[in-house]
Structure formats: structure tokens, C-alpha cells
């Protein structure tokens, strides 16, 4: 199925989420969580990302995880991954328990489609110090796509990792994780690169990012997600696609926060400050703008003089 079919299936059976000028989120991808071992590209990163949720749980922010949190393709068990990043899976606890986390599947993390796995792994885990079963996400249900509705402008947003329409990570996404499990995980230590990957392969990112754009103008919808690992922010003039980057970079990781009605682009990364002591540091790379500065619909009520209805309920953040 072409991108341009897989994104609007994702759009119709997305979850709708209401929101407002109030409303704050922060969108990571693409952590791809492993076991801590040397083909972990998450490790490195570990404590710039649990500063960066930290930061963002005390400030009242919505987490999203837009895909490939877990990093299921290089390791199978995820009570390994679960276990070595215990901390991390903790912070993220935080915003689950208050109702401030939607979680998204990409291709490395496709499993959680599956509620018989989603219910054996994530919603309870063992203690390995008290060796008892404890929660962890119970009930949560991942999801494909969320819809961010505004519920004054209804602007709508479409959410998602990107692999939507991506061949080998898409529909044949089974063969790439075979690939990845058995041959990849163990080459790629050594300086190897996965074809496959948009992330490795600039010529498949930008056909991607091409197909991308191709929907945004038909749909006339602004567009989030994942996947390229590479991070974007509409200049003047370029249509409303926004990727979010990867929490695998070499000297950080990248999100997209939502606040006040405006959208930015943020580094978090480490630092040294002028006596030379390292810091974790954010910084604004893009942004902020008015989302309403991205509504490719408004000036097309505008012209025709139709008003939009805000929706009369708003929906629970997480279920």
C-alpha cells in the first residue's frame, strides 16, 4: 500500500485528542531502548533523556512517543530492555499513572499491535529486588496515530512514526526485522550501515519525506512524526511538515514541544558551562510559531466564510 493510502488510513482510525492553548506536549522518537549492551545506541543518551522527562513531567507536559520507543527488531525480550533502563521506564511510569501518556508504535516496535503482547510485557513486571510482580502499564493501549484536535480552531494534527507506506518497514516489515535480529544487530557495531534504514539511507529519506509532503498538500493537514531520524522544521513558505528527529544522535536528542498554542523544535544535550563542568542543557533549535500559523484549512474557511465547531466533549488524554 503507497504512502499516501497508509497515511490517511492511519488519519481515519486515529485516536482524537482535544486540546487547547493550555494544552502542553512534548513529542520524542525513535529512542530505540536496548539492553545496555555495546550495540545499544540508546545508552549513551540514557541520562539526557530521563533529565529531558524529568524536566518535562514537572511542568505538566503530555508525553508522546511517536514510534520505536523500544528498539524489538535487535532485542527480542523486552524484560531485558525493561530492566536495563529501569529508571527510564519509571519517569515514563509517571506520565502513564497521571494520564499524561499516548503511546505510539512504529516498525521496530510493531509488536505493540499485538494486545496479548502489550498485556504479557507492559502492563505488569517483575521486581527483580523484591521478586515480586509489580505495574507498569497496565491497561494502556499503544496506538497507531493520534489525531491533536485544537477544540477552539479545530485544527487537526496528524500524529504518527512514518514507516506508514515505507515497503520493507511497512507491510514487509517482518523480513527487515529478520535482517535486523540475526545479521545487522552485529554488523552495525562495527560500522556497517542497514540499506533498509531511512536513517542510513539519504536517497530512501528523501522519497519518504517526498511522499510526505505529497499528502500534507492534498489533505491540506499539518504532519509529525518519526522514523528518517531526521529532524524538520517547516521555513517560510514550505508545507507544515514537522519530524521530530531521534533520541540516538550522536551529541543528543531532539523533540518537538507543543505549548501556548506554538510548536519549537529542542536539543537537549550535554555541555560544558565556563568552568567547564558538564551540564544537560535544552535548547531551542526552531520556533516557537503559532500552530494556527500551520492550518492550511484556515484560509480556506476563511475564504469561504464557513466556521468551524469546536467539539462539544474533549477526551481523556490516555486511557
Known amino acids: 500500500m503507497r504512502t499516501e493510502q497508509r497515511l490517511t488510513q492511519a488519519y481515519r482510525e486515529a485516536r482524537v485528542v482535544y486540546f487547547d492553548d493550555s494544552s502542553k506536549f ?36 503530555t508525553y508522546i512517543e511517536a514510534g520505536d520507543g523500544d528498539e524489538l527488531w535487535e532485542y527480542d525480550k523486552f524484560r531485558y530492555i525493561r530492566y536495563a533502563h529501569s529508571d527510564v521506564f519509571q519517569a515514563i511510569k509517571k506520565f502513564f499513572d497521571e494520564k499524561r501518556l499516548i503511546m505510539l508504535y512504529g516498525n521496530h516496535n510493531m509488536r505493540l499491535k499485538n494486545k496479548s503482547w502489550v498485556r504479557d510485557n ?3 513486571y517483575r521486581d527483580e529486588y523484591y521478586e515480586e510482580e509489580r505495574e507498569l502499564f497496565k491497561n494502556i493501549i499503544p496506538y497507531e496515530s493520534v489525531v491533536l484536535s485544537h477544540r477552539e480552531t479545530c485544527q487537526e494534527i496528524l500524529v504518527l512514526h512514518g514507516h506508514q507506506g515505507d515497503l520493507m518497514n511497512d507491510q514487509f516489515w517482518v523480513i527487515s526485522y529478520l535482517l535486523m535480529r540475526f545479521f545487522w544487530r552485529f554488523v552495525h557495531v562495527v560500522g556497517f550501515r542497514n540499506p533498509a534504514s531511512p536513517a542510513r539511507n539519504h536517497m530512501k529519506r528523501h522519497k519518504i519525506e517526498r511522499m510526505y509532503n505529497k499528502w500534507i498538500k492534498n489533505q491540506k493537514m499539518m504532519l509529525i512524526c518519526g522514523h528518517t531520524h531526521r529532524e524538520k522544521y517547516p521555513q517560510e513558505g514550505e508545507l ?7 533520541c540516538v544522535r550522536a551529541k543528543g536528542i531532539t523533540g518537538m514541544e507543543i505549548s501556548d498554542g506554538k510548536i519549537l523544535l ?6 560544558a558551562d ?46
Not at 240 to 246: E, K, L, V
Not at 266 to 271: G, I, P, Q
Request: glycine share 6%; hydrophobic share 30%; with cysteine.
Open 26 to 61: 512534548i513529542l520524542f522518537s525513535d529512542s530505540h531502548r536496548g539492553d545496555n549492551t555495546l550495540s545499544d545506541e540508546f545508552a549513551k543518551n540514557r541520562n539526557i533523556f530521563l533529565y529531558a522527562l524529568e524536566y518535562y513531567y514537572y511542568n505538566d507536559f
Open 122 to 124: 507492559l502492563y505488569f
Open 240 to 246: 507544515p511538515y514537522f519530524n521530530t528527529g531521534s
Open 266 to 271: 529542542v536539543e537537549w544535550l550535554t555541555k
Open 274 to 319: 565556563h568552568e567547564g563542568t558538564l551540564r544537560i542543557t535544552r535548547r531551542v533549535v526552531r520556533g516557537p510559531e503559532p500552530l494556527s500559523k500551520f492550518d492550511m484549512m484556515r484560509e480556506q474557511y476563511c475564504q469561504y466564510g464557513v466556521d468551524r465547531e469546536a467539539p462539544e466533549e474533549q477526551a481523556p488524554i490516555s486511557d
